[in-house]
């Protein structure tokens, strides 16, 4: 028997039922726009990381503090496949759970999500506020300020980038490039 893979449309109404927060739903679009950009660069299927891109905190605001514990009973609950209960759950790495990131899409959640936070955060302070024009350096810039955007964990960015085996001003250009395919459905 296969398992019945979650489409766009179900991870949509399973966020829309958790998510309230219109930051937290644009936090998952700019994720779900990285991780569909991600998926096409890396041979990825790209339907499939946009899909965990878009639930990945979907127990975040009702449940903060069994964040990713709580997301992996409501997917096994809704008979999502393994794979993407496990996929969720490794963004939490360290900071809520031991479940270490394994494959590519794992690897790209880990690294992107709290990295979007900080591009967010810099685009909002431009005069355009906007990713369209954003650029590495300035997000590099605001990177080395500890103060700037102060709740996003660059350690976590920095183990994720080394588990990807890439340089963090090629990956901020990545997710900036992936967060400017979702512009209109995170308004930067």
Not at 28 to 33: L, M, N
């Amino acid at each position: 028997m296969s398992e019945k893979v979650p489409t766009y449309e179900e991870a949509q109404s399973l966020l829309n039922e958790f998510v309230k927060s219109d930051s937290l739903l644009k936090h998952s679009y700019a994720v779900e726009g990285v991780m569909r950009y991600m998926a096409r660069k890396l041979g990825g299927d790209e339907d499939k990381w946009a899909v965990i891109g878009l639930v990945h905190d979907l127990d975040y605001e009702a449940f903060p503090e069994q964040h990713c514990a709580k997301a992996q009973e409501i997917l096994r609950g809704r008979d999502w496949p393994e794979e993407y209960v496990r996929a969720v759950a490794s963004h939490g790495w360290v900071l809520c759970n031991d479940i270490e990131p394994q494959t590519d899409l794992e690897k790209v959640l880990y690294a992107v999500e709290e990295l979007t936070g900080l591009i967010s955060a810099v685009a909002i302070i431009r005069p355009s506020k906007s990713v369209m024009d954003l650029e590495v350096k300035s997000v590099m810039k605001k990177w080395k300020d500890k103060s700037f955007a102060a709740g996003v964990n660059r350690s976590v960015i920095e183990k994720g980038v080394a588990m990807m085996g890439v340089e963090l001003p090629a990956l901020i250009n990545d997710v900036i490039m992936g967060m400017r395919e979702v512009s209109d459905k995170i308004g930067l």
